[in-house]
């Protein structure tokens, strides 16, 4: 069974990091691509970072490049998204998603979802 666990989230002012970390188990990064997606009511879920350590390639959206890194453990089991010079504009429901090698890092490349951890930047 393919489980997905995301912790860290939390309120921060702006400025201020975070790191989300994403537990995996019965698959790895190694297999598949994995990342973080964001969330706020009334828009569609957003690829914000994306990691497959198989391809090693990663990806980040425009708006957290240069802020935000996504990376694995040595196990491939758990990916980490360390947030840095955090925006208000980054707040959201932050979930990790897991899909098949060569997909994209958008929602529907993503077969397996964790549930969402919240974070909240106040300005």
């Known amino acids: 069974e393919v489980q997905l666990q995301a912790s860290g989230g939390g309120l921060v002012q702006a400025g201020g990091s975070l790191t989300l970390a994403c537990a995996v188990s019965g698959l790895t990064a190694d297999d598949h691509i994995i990342g973080w997606f964001r969330q706020v009511p009334g828009k569609e879920r957003e690829g914000v970072s994306c990691?497959?350590?198989?391809?090693?390639?990663?990806f980040s959206a425009d708006s957290v490049k240069g802020r935000f890194t996504v990376s694995s453990d040595n196990a491939k089991t758990t990916v980490f998204l360390q947030m840095n010079s955090l925006k208000p504009e980054d707040t959201g429901d932050y979930y990790c998603?897991?899909?098949?090698?060569?997909?994209?890092?958008?929602?529907?490349?993503?077969?397996?979802w964790g549930k969402g951890t919240l974070v909240t930047v106040s300005s």
């Open positions: 990691i497959s350590t198989g391809e090693n390639s990663s």
């Open positions: 998603g897991a899909g098949s090698l060569g997909g994209l890092c958008v929602d529907p490349y993503m077969d397996y």
